[in-house]
């Protein structure tokens, strides 16, 4: 008996990083988890992971910029297993610039990612979330209150996020829709290991500012993601969950200064 069994979880981005590891604990506890995200093979790998541990899934193939397509996507997850009790706003795109070398472009595209693409999820799957007192969980960062030297389009937009949360909070509480957010820190994932962590120093040099003494694992953010959208936590709304050894109350920015030379491009983090 899983703590979600018969419900049904979407993650958006849930083809690789954190939001597949979510994806996965979901559906070991139970629920039909949904992944999309604009790859499909990489969906296909996490819902055959899910399946390879005996849990069941699906993934679509969704632009969360494209209204339309999430509008599709949303009554498809609704038709096919039956409505959504969770939805988790985790898709993102990242990449470290120094502010005076971001072009407009650079800076609408993760903006439009993060910001736009998680209210066109939340906004479209209103009716879907009303219909069972649902929750939405938003995957920020803690660099949404402290600033992140090289990602101002990430920050901003995960602050907008942020906003987006405690608004919903309010705003939705009365439909019995409970909103929240969990601000990871430094995690290791595919991705961050081989743009972020793997370059020079910039591990070590961000380890020592952690005072838990290491990076986080997926598992750390799934573990909270299980516990913020289950009824263990059902007078909890508008909260954010720092998932981060405390790394931000240790000064502890993403500051990339220092290596901007060799981090010219990057994924999340
Ligand atoms: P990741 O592996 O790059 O995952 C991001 C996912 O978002 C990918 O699966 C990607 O799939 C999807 N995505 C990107 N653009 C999309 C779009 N337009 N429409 C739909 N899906 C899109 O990153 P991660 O490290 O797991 O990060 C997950 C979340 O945690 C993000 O919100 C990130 O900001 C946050 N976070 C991560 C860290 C960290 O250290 N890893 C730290 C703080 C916060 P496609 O490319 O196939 O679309």
């Not at 969360?64 to 993102?92: H, M, P, Q, T, Y």
């Not at 993760?110 to 479209?124: A, P, S, Y």
């Not at 402290?146 to 901003?156: L, R, T, V």
Request: proline letters at 3%.
């Amino acid at each position: 008996m899983g703590r979600y069994d018969g419900k049904v979880v979407l993650v958006t981005g849930g083809g690789s990083g954190l939001g597949r590891d979510m994806a996965l604990a979901f559906a070991a506890e139970g629920a039909t988890a949904c992944v999309i995200g604009r790859r499909q093979e990489k969906l296909d790998e996490t819902v055959a992971a899910i399946e390879a541990a005996g849990g069941s899934g699906f993934g679509l193939a969704c632009d969360v910029r494209d209204a339309a397509r999430v509008e599709a996507v949303i009554g498809e997850i609704a038709s096919r297993a039956g409505g959504i009790d969770v939805l988790v706003n985790n898709a993102a795109g990242n990449f470290v610039a120094p502010t005076e070398q971001l072009s407009p472009n650079g800076f609408k595209a993760v903006v439009d990612i993060v910001l736009l693409g998680t209210f066109n999820c939340t906004r479209l799957a209103f009716d879907a979330l009303k219909a069972r007192r649902g929750a939405i969980l938003n995957i920020i960062a803690s660099y949404a209150w402290s600033g992140e030297p090289g990602a101002i389009h990430s920050a901003s937009a995960k602050a907008g996020v942020l906003a987006m949360t405690r608004t919903l909070a309010a705003e939705w509480g009365r439909y019995g829709i409970r909103a929240n957010a969990i601000a990871p820190g430094p995690i290791h994932t595919e991705g961050t290991d081989k743009h972020l962590w793997s370059v020079g120093d910039v591990e070590e040099t961000i380890r020592r500012q952690i005072p838990l003494g290491r990076l986080g694992r997926p598992a750390d953010v799934s573990r909270a993601a299980l516990f913020l959208c289950s009824a263990d936590a059902e007078w909890i709304s508008g909260a954010t969950l720092a998932v981060d050894g405390a790394h931000w109350l240790d000064g502890g920015t993403l500051d990339f200064r220092g290596a901007f030379d060799r981090l010219t491009k990057a994924v999340d983090g």
